[in-house]
């Protein structure tokens, strides 16, 4: 069974452009999630969809923000890239009705502002 | 809110030997869950062990082992017989059982394991 694949695996930006980085969740989970990993920060919580709805948003400001489409797979959107958004973006996936709330996460897209 | 504190940034060891990796965390939360995620240098986080607040005895998988001690809000991490693939960055997380709570996991700041031969 394919795991959380997540594209690109790099990608590279200038201030003020704009990213998408896209997720593929687990077939048969409803539920995606978006971490950040920036140097120094460790991991935080970004963003959390599920049946295509936002369910929860880490304290990020509004240029993040990001959608699921119906077949589950999500995309991240951030607006006016800064260089502090440097980071690792892990996507997790879950199934909705998993008394564990286990996530699987996927290998991550790094982005680079310049 | 929830934190969870990983004091340790940095253990070197070497091979064969044990490694116990710390790990304290706060929530008002009464149920919840415990984990520990390996993040080797691909850095997509991999799945270790869970615990849920009720549960507080202590097992061992194969070469992993952990504590947890409610009194105490800490539950630290055990590689027995260390190798070098063993070499990763560790997180503690937690998470609060019910969905409702916003489902999110928050991590340690990581423990970063250097496993000499």
């Known amino acids: 069974e394919a795991g959380v694949t997540q594209s690109p695996t790099h990608l590279i930006k200038t201030r003020g452009q704009q990213a998408t980085l896209r997720c593929s969740p687990i077939s048969g989970h409803t539920s995606v999630y978006w971490y950040q990993q920036a140097l120094g920060l460790g991991l935080q919580f970004l963003l959390w969809y599920d049946e295509g709805e936002e369910r929860n948003r880490g304290n990020f400001p509004p240029r993040f923000s990001g959608r699921q489409f119906p077949n589950y797979s999500s995309e991240l959107n951030v607006n006016a890239l800064e260089l502090e958004d440097s980071a690792l973006y892990l996507c997790a996936s879950s199934l909705v009705d998993s008394s564990y709330n286990e996530q699987f996460f996927g290998p991550g897209t790094r982005l680079t502002v310049l | 809110a929830q934190k969870v504190t990983q004091a340790q940034t940095e253990i070197s060891v070497v091979e064969k030997e044990d490694v116990t990796l710390d790990c304290v965390y706060e929530?008002?939360?009464?149920?919840?869950?415990l984990f520990w995620y390996k993040q080797p240098p691909s850095g997509e986080l991999v799945f270790l062990i869970r615990?849920?607040?009720?549960?507080?005895q202590n097992e061992i998988s194969g070469r992993y082992s952990w504590n947890f001690q409610k009194s105490t809000s800490s539950f630290n991490f055990t590689i027995t017989a260390s190798q070098v693939v063993d070499s990763a960055v560790y997180f503690c997380a937690l998470i609060n059982m019910i969905k409702a709570a916003g489902n999110k996991l928050t991590f340690g700041g990581g423990t970063r394991v250097l496993v000499k031969p």
């Open positions: 615990r849920n607040s009720f549960d507080e």
């Open positions: 929530t008002r939360d009464t149920t919840y869950y």
